[in-house]
C-alpha cells in the first residue's frame, strides 16, 4: 500500500474513477485540487520525467483541441510558463508517492510503479475525457 498525492480537478469523472482504481487496490489517496495548486516551474517539471513536452498536456483542455495551444512547438521552458499560468492545460492527474512524480494514469506504468493488486478497471479508458463529446466538465 502507498500513500499517493493526487493531484486532480474536482468534479472530472476519469479523476475520480482513477482514485477509485487505487483504493481499490489497497492504496491511501490525498487528493488535491490541481488547479488552486501554487505551481512554480520548480514545482511542476519533477512530475513530467523524460516525458516530450508534447506528453506534458491535457488533450480535452479546450485550449489545446482548439489550437490556441500546440504543444509540439513548445520548448520546455514555455511549456512549464504556460502550464504554470493556465493549470486546466497540465495532463491529469499528477501523482506522488515518496519522492517519485508523475503524470497522466497509463495502467501498465502505475502497475509498474506502486502495483495495482489486480484492482480492475470499470469498462472504458482511465486516462482523458470521459465525455464523449470532449465538453468541458460542470465546475465544481
Known amino acids: 500500500m502507498a500513500d499517493?498525492?493526487?493531484?486532480?480537478k474536482p468534479g472530472c469523472g476519469g479523476n475520480a474513477?482513477?482514485?477509485a482504481l487505487l483504493q481499490q487496490a489497497g492504496h491511501?489517496?490525498?487528493?488535491?485540487?490541481l488547479l488552486s495548486e501554487p505551481w512554480t516551474p520548480e514545482t511542476l517539471r519533477p512530475f513530467f520525467g523524460d516525458r516530450p513536452v508534447a506528453d506534458w498536456f491535457n488533450r480535452a483542455a479546450p485550449a489545446v483541441k482548439s489550437g490556441e495551444v500546440v504543444p509540439e512547438t513548445m520548448d520546455e521552458a514555455a511549456a512549464l510558463a504556460a502550464l504554470v499560468e493556465r493549470p486546466l492545460l497540465i495532463r491529469r492527474p499528477l501523482m506522488q508517492v515518496g519522492e517519485r512524480r508523475d503524470?497522466?494514469?497509463e495502467t501498465d506504468r502505475?502497475?509498474?510503479w506502486i502495483g495495482l493488486a489486480g484492482a480492475v478497471p470499470a469498462a472504458g479508458k482511465l486516462e482523458g475525457c470521459l465525455r464523449p463529446d470532449m465538453a468541458p466538465c460542470p465546475k465544481p
Not at 499517493?4 to 486532480?8: Q, S
Open 4 to 8: 499517493v498525492i493526487f493531484y486532480e
Open 17 to 19: 474513477r482513477q482514485k
Open 28 to 33: 491511501r489517496v490525498v487528493a488535491r485540487d
Open 103 to 105: 503524470c497522466g494514469f
Open 110 to 112: 502505475v502497475e509498474a
